[in-house]
């Protein structure tokens, strides 16, 4: 079963323009990541938060993580027509395995 | 570095058939795993490796064969193909089991069951 549900599903906006993408989980968890994938590309690693911080930056890259709500949110200031991509929220729920557990992934197309 | 390589980037199959996905790393990462990523599911975890000589079981490993000789390589077996198998297959790398470790993603394997 899908630990992550992502929320929208897709989202278009206008350059320059921000975006704000969430994940929900079910489970406790030991950290979240986020990870975008470029059309017909693999998956790189964006921010990871752990468990016992609230919010993290990195650029323009800004995640919130609110473990009492089991959620977190991704946004992406001043967006860029190169920040077009799939953008997914995975969760690390063992430290004994290293599993990721990965959302289904929100569609983001920022326009010039 | 090259991170993490996977061959080949495409393959079609017949059902039935055997064949197996290649993964190296030269990070000398101890922790490997093999996710698939269909349409609308995001990516599980097939099998995974936490060193040389140890493998595991993630979420969907059935009509799937990993080993683990070497720290470098990852290779993932499919011992008779289906059409259900039909997905992007993404090798993945990470040093180790601590908490907070990058997690590096291959260009993924694109398989066609028919």
């Known amino acids: 079963s899908q630990q992550g549900e992502e929320d929208p599903q897709a989202l278009s906006i206008q350059e320059g323009e921000n975006a704000t993408m969430n994940c929900s989980y079910k489970?406790?968890?030991?950290?979240l990541q986020w990870y975008r994938q470029n059309s017909g590309r693999g998956l790189v690693h964006l921010i990871l938060?752990?468990?016992?911080?609230r919010e993290k930056h990195s650029g323009r890259l800004r995640v919130t993580l609110d473990t009492s709500k089991k959620s977190s949110s991704l946004l992406i200031t001043a967006s860029r027509a190169a920040d077009t991509a799939s953008y997914f929220c995975?969760?690390?729920?063992?430290?004994?395995?290293?599993?990721?557990?990965f959302g289904q992934g929100t569609t983001l197309q920022v326009k010039p | 570095n090259a991170g993490v390589t996977q061959t080949p980037k495409f393959q079609v199959l017949k059902t039935g058939q055997s064949m197996t996905l290649q993964c190296a790393q030269d990070?000398?990462?101890?922790?490997m795993s093999w996710y698939r990523q269909d349409p609308g599911m995001g990516l599980r975890l097939i099998h995974y490796?936490?060193?040389?000589?140890?493998?595991d079981q993630g979420e969907v490993p059935n009509g799937y064969n990993v080993s683990r000789s070497t720290t470098e390589d990852f290779p993932l077996r499919l011992l008779s193909a289906a059409p259900s198998q039909t997905s992007v297959y993404f090798c993945?790398?990470?040093?180790?089991?601590?908490?907070?470790?990058?997690?590096?993603f291959g260009p993924g394997t694109r398989l066609l069951v028919l």
């Open positions: 993945a790398s990470r040093p180790g089991l601590g908490i907070g470790e990058t997690q590096y």
């Open positions: 489970t406790s968890i030991n950290n």
């Open positions: 938060i752990r468990s016992n911080e």
């Open positions: 995975a969760t690390e729920v063992s430290s004994n395995t290293g599993k990721l557990i």
């Open positions: 990070m000398n990462h101890e922790y």
């Open positions: 490796s936490v060193g040389a000589g140890i493998t």
